[in-house]
């Protein structure tokens, strides 16, 4: 096998965001473009030679090339064994999982995840480390700093890899493994939960399931799952087949983009459980007959029944959200007595918890929600989740919430994004703020009373990393609170995204609409803001 060095120049924009490097596809292919970043990860790993290495995807456009040329590269670059989903298809936690598994030194897995697919759309790729989680930011920071300096790249000179069949190839001196996507991911959830009992309520007609994998990764996740092992109807999941541009969806389980979901969820007949996961499988949406259930409180109902789980029987050692998710879960820990941590948005934040055993459980408002099993989001976890609670509690999803509702109280929230503003725009809405928070403490706007006003900066309790501005919020002597923060995670201008939140004790007030009952908090935030009149949009994009 013949290795080339190939000349390079630098391009100024591979920094990685809230997970890992989006771009759309027409810059992902210029000319050494992926090759560039690629080579600076293996840089930075350097000591990982002859450790394994994983490599999948989400299927999207470019998926399978770009498969093949991190395979050639990582041939040159002396990695000794690479792993590969077959197809070149890994959802991100079966990623987790494997590198988990495997021992192997970290992974790449190909996915712009939530983001649309297609030669007109994102790509993305990003880097898992050895414990199976997103790289950490002194990682990503290094793999920057040299995309900024790189000067030439590896690649072997060999025939493409038959990604299609199991099994073992040799590339050079690299043996490549062709691994089924799917088996030790399955595994590993039939530790966590009663397949037995939800076997039998799914076969008995019991409980009925739909999901919808949105064309994306969780397709053969979920079917081999939920129908060929837990015996679900197989109409049970829908738009089952991952496709490159996702059938020209947005695989984002949210009530706009799931909307055929949520339209069977809402109709005379729907099933005891509606679920959906997003492009690279890592999120969920949890719904119930009529009834939708936001991330925020799907973590603290998870956190307040998760011991009655098989795999969570010892119970909880603590708890972690992102911060702009609602304060639901904070409550749960409190009456259970665990530790509760507050991190930035992105999964990152979470390893080092997770690795040290402070915590066992942790999620996101952006419908993200995972345990110690891997060190990623988990969306096809979360479902089955909610699937073995349900088959435990025998009661409806929409009757576990309220229930939770009344002994913990109700976190009434939304987030409103304003998509692909200028950038520009969006740093000018932020500075405006940060320039108004010391003003803002002790001041009163109707019932809510500034307590707090900040940039967000978090100091890891574990390795004493310090990652500021990570979000104005601005909290209420009442328990309310608005975030504002910029995306880390889109390709085109800015997105500004803003997120409510109200508490309410009073459970015959817990039946209102989110928009409602947040009503004087959302003009708060424009007041603030000035988004409407900077920004010239006179609506969110995307509420969800
Ligand atoms: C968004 C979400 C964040 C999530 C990230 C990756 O980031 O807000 O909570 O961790 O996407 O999710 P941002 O920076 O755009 O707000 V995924 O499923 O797209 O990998
Ligand atoms: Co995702």
Known sequence: MQIRTIETRPYPDQ??????LRKKVRVVLQEHYLENF????????????GMPLVLGGDGRFHNRRAAQTIIKMAAANGVGRLLVGQGALLSTPAASCLIRKQGAQGGFVLSASHNPGGPDEDFGIKFNAANGGPAPENFTNAVYARTKAITEYRIADTDDVDLDTPGDWRVGDMVVTIVDPVADYAELMEGLFDFAAMTSALKSGAISICFDAMHAITGPYARRILVDRLGAAPDSVMNATPLEDFGGGHPDPNLVHAHALAERMYAPGAPTLGAASDGDGDRNMIMGDRFFVTPSDSLAVLAANLHLLPGYRDGLKGVARSMPTSQAVDRVARAMGIDCYETPTGWKFFGN??????ITLCGEESF??????VREKDGLWAVLAWLNLLTVRQQSVADIVREHWRAFGRDYYSRHDYEGMPAAIGDGIMAHLRGQLAGLIGRSFGANTVCLADDFSYTDPVDGSVSPNQGIRIVFDNGSRIVFRLSGTGTEGATLRIYLERYERDSSRHDLDPQDALQDLIELAEQLGEVRQRSGMAVPTVIT
């Open 15 to 20: 920094k990685p965001g809230t997970s890992g």
């Open 38 to 49: 690629v080579q600076s990860v293996l840089d930075v790993i350097d000591d990982a030679r």
């Open 353 to 358: 918890l997770l690795d040290a055993g402070r």
């Open 368 to 373: 993200g929600t995972g345990s110690d099993h």
